[in-house]
């Protein structure tokens, strides 16, 4: 893997995940150990950008302006660690909205390998759903599972998937992946 370019899901990647969906910034709460591991991609010359299915706005669950504070909560605590991400993209649709940016469609992955000039094989998708694992897929880049969030479920049900590493977490992926690509 020569990837420079890493995309999180959002939700059970980066955060804890609610089957009642994240509606508001009070229940925005990080995965352990997940903003430091994009500090460590950062520092590592990684650009990360998040992508995520925020189908919640369509179903009237929370407004823009609520995702909005989601996402400014998100930032300052990356900044109090000294990071920051190269982007949030979401998809605001309903599954019946017939977008082409809802997961598992790779819309979302397509507009980041276009608007950060990366091909979409040098991009690695991080997820929790087996929709990202498509997503990935018909985007033609590299998908990584991880069990936090609704991994343990998706592996469960879907898989096992062939070229598509599984870890604990982002935590565990990044530290793998960095060793792998640049420690000794
Ligand atoms: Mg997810
Ligand atoms: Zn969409």
Known sequence: MTQKL?????????????DAYIKSADEWIPVPGSLEA???LKKAG??????SNQSGLARGLFDLSALQGIHDKMKLALAQRGTAIDGIYFCPHGPNDNCSCRKPKPGLLLQIAAEFKVKP????????????????????????LVKSGKGTKT??????????????????????FLKKYHEK
Do not use: C, K, W
């Open 6 to 18: 890493v995309i999180l899901d959002r939700d059970g990647v980066i955060n804890e995940d609610s």
């Open 38 to 40: 994009i500090s460590r």
């Open 46 to 51: 990684y650009t990360v950008v998040v992508a």
């Open 121 to 144: 094989v040098d991009m690695i998708f991080v997820g929790d759903s087996y929709t990202d694992i498509q997503a990935a897929q018909v985007a033609g880049s590299q998908a990584v």
């Open 155 to 176: 592996l469960n049900r879907h898989g096992p998937f062939t070229n598509v590493p599984v870890y604990d977490d982002l935590s565990h992926f990044v530290r793998e």
